[in-house]
């Protein structure tokens, strides 16, 4: 009897890892997800454990493959985050840990490369930013001299995770592209980011295609996941495009969201689209399909933060949302500007400091809350009209993550944007996308972006006239007053970093 034909989807991220297998109709058989903690020891350092990682890894493809039966697993394909960097030695070792995207110790280097070489985003279409690897290994040149010597090679997380499995360095190109070392349209290490840093091409792993395959995985971890050693890997490729991917949102004029942690307004455009401002990114994935947006830092954490100033220890996101529903749209005229670790899009301006603006004594808690969880859509929002500018009006959003469990939020979000906004019921997209990479990979489907399964289920929003009109209103006061904060937020991070400086020193001696 033959066994049913299955596919397996692996999405590593900074703080989860989460493996789905589908069957041959696209059915879901199987999930499985484990967490694991971001060390964030003070405000500027965002570090996870690679073993920790791994073992996730290791734990999560071992429960899916154990749930879903006796199937014929025809391949795993990776999708992965970005911005990651982990410094070895000559032997693979370990010298540092995995310092994520959200890292910001690096805000000095940036600022120095953005000074010197501004021109490079038109190179590399990475932002210069704390988030990317080019100013995190400059960072570590300039301020752990030795560390830096010892480095044989700054890898990625998903670089790790391949060479655990099969010996290799290896990076695909749309990872490779959002290092601020990769330049998409010669599909190679820019030379100029490279002598910026001080490094080598050898330093750095090999570059592939996102549908470069692996055979020979280490038989031992292979018996211990539960999959054969002869399954084909597919490399892969980063979060943000296999997102859109397995959102359905690759076709022009439609736009992706997401919001987990963090947040993204993602596009995928058949040629590069840069911004003459810098704003957004230009990312590549195939020969010719680019991923054009803007992440922000805060997402889903202002919830978490929101809990942890108005909740307890036994309330959930969905009872703290809930608080909000009696507030009307704008909360009573109270904006929240939601940068509580700096951000990345639309200001990139790694010191910019959250704010409530318009506060007054007929405010209450369930004000603070909505009008925090509106903040973060009209950041959403300010980074979407970015895009629309450079690659068209959108008539159709796709939006996904964890703040898609709410319908307040998921209205919020309608409202707001003033269009159509769909959210699959049930989806991992970033598994979802990679094992559509992986079919087109293995010559199943034609298109890179296409597919032959039946669409998810969806809760569609609507926008509510009355509501989007509100908003209209408020977001141009919500920019006039975010621009005005701006001339403020170096002073108060530089007197942040100075007062934590000061407390180490305190508890030192």
């Known amino acids: 009897m033959?066994?049913?034909?299955?596919?397996?989807?692996?999405?590593?991220?900074?703080?989860?890892?989460?493996?789905?297998?589908?069957?041959?109709?696209?059915?879901?058989?199987?999930?499985a997800h484990r967490s694991y903690p971001l060390d964030t020891p003070n405000p500027f350092t965002a570090e996870v454990d690679p073993p920790k990682i791994f073992h996730a890894l290791m734990e999560t493809i071992q429960e899916a493959v154990e749930k879903a039966g006796d199937v014929e697993l025809r391949f795993l394909s990776f999708s992965a985050a970005m911005h990651s960097v982990i410094a070895v030695d000559e032997h693979g070792d370990l010298l540092t840990k995995c310092i994520t995207w959200a890292d910001t110790r690096s805000q000095k280097a940036a600022a120095e490369i953005r000074s010197a070489?501004?021109?490079?985003?038109?190179?590399?279409?990475?932002?210069?930013?704390?988030?990317?690897p080019l100013t995190k290994i400059l960072w570590l040149k300039q301020d752990q001299p030795d560390l830096f010597d010892k480095t044989a090679k700054f890898i990625d997380l998903k670089s790790y995770l391949l060479h655990r499995l099969f010996g290799v360095w290896l990076i695909d190109e749309s990872l490779a592209s959002a290092t601020g070392l990769f330049n998409p349209l010669t599909r190679d290490w820019e030379e100029q980011a490279l002598e910026i840093v001080g490094i080598t091409r050898?330093?750095?792993?090999?570059?592939?295609?996102?549908?470069?395959?692996?055979?020979?995985?280490?038989?031992?971890?292979?018996?211990?996941?539960?999959?054969?050693?002869?399954?084909?890997?597919i490399v892969?490729?980063?979060?943000?495009?296999?997102?859109?991917?397995?959102?359905?949102?690759?076709?022009?004029?439609?736009?992706a969201v997401t919001i987990g942690t963090s947040g993204a307004v993602r596009t995928i455009t058949n040629q590069p689209v840069l911004d003459p401002l810098g704003r957004t990114f230009c990312y590549a994935i195939s020969p010719h399909q680019f991923l054009v947006g803007g992440p922000v830092n805060n997402g889903g954490l202002v919830l978490g933060w929101l809990i942890d100033v108005f909740g307890d220890s036994d309330t959930s996101y969905e009872q703290l949302v809930e608080l909000a529903r009696p507030v009307p749209p704008g909360a009573d005229g109270?904006?929240?500007?939601?940068?509580?670790?700096?951000?990345?899009?639309?200001?990139?301006?790694?010191?910019?400091?959250?704010?409530?603006?318009?506060?007054s004594i007929h405010h209450t808690k369930a004000h603070l809350i909505r009008a925090a969880l509106e903040g973060v859509l009209f950041n959403l929002h300010e980074v979407l009209l970015t895009v629309e500018l450079l690659t068209g009006k959108?008539?159709?959003?796709?939006?996904?993550?964890?703040?898609?469990?709410?319908?307040?939020?998921?209205q919020m979000l309608a409202d707001i944007v003033g269009v159509p906004v769909n959210f699959p019921k049930q989806i991992e997209s970033g598994c979802l996308g990679a094992v559509l990479l992986g079919r087109y990979a293995m010559g199943e489907l034609q298109e890179l972006g296409e597919s032959d399964w039946p669409e998810a289920e969806v809760y569609r929003h609507e926008p509510d006239a009355a509501a989007a009109k509100v908003y209209r209103e408020l977001m141009t006061i919500y920019l006039g007053a975010g621009r005005l904060l701006q001339e403020g937020y170096a002073e108060i991070d530089e007197f942040q970093r100075r007062h934590a400086t000061d407390q180490d020193d305190a508890i030192d001696g």
Not at 25 to 31: H, K, V
Not at 236 to 255: E, M, Q, V, Y
Request: with cysteine; proline share 6%; aromatic share 8%.
């Open 117 to 132: 070489h501004g021109g490079l985003y038109r190179k590399t279409g990475t932002p210069i930013h704390a988030m990317s």
């Open 394 to 410: 959108t008539n159709h959003i796709q939006a996904s993550g964890g703040f898609s469990r709410s319908p307040i939020w998921r």
């Open 202 to 233: 050898d330093q750095l792993p090999h570059i592939v295609p996102v549908t470069h395959s692996l055979t020979g995985m280490d038989l031992r971890l292979a018996e211990a996941m539960g999959i054969p050693v002869g399954t084909c890997v």
């Open 334 to 359: 109270l904006l929240f500007h939601p940068y509580l670790t700096g951000e990345r899009a639309p200001l990139w301006n790694a010191s910019a400091r959250g704010s409530y603006f318009g506060l």
């Open 236 to 255: 892969g490729g980063s979060d943000g495009a296999l997102s859109n991917i397995g959102l359905g949102a690759a076709r022009k004029g439609t736009l």
């Open 2 to 31: 033959n066994r049913p034909i299955a596919y397996l989807g692996v999405d590593v991220g900074t703080s989860s890892t989460k493996a789905v297998i589908y069957g041959a109709g696209g059915q879901l058989l199987s999930q």
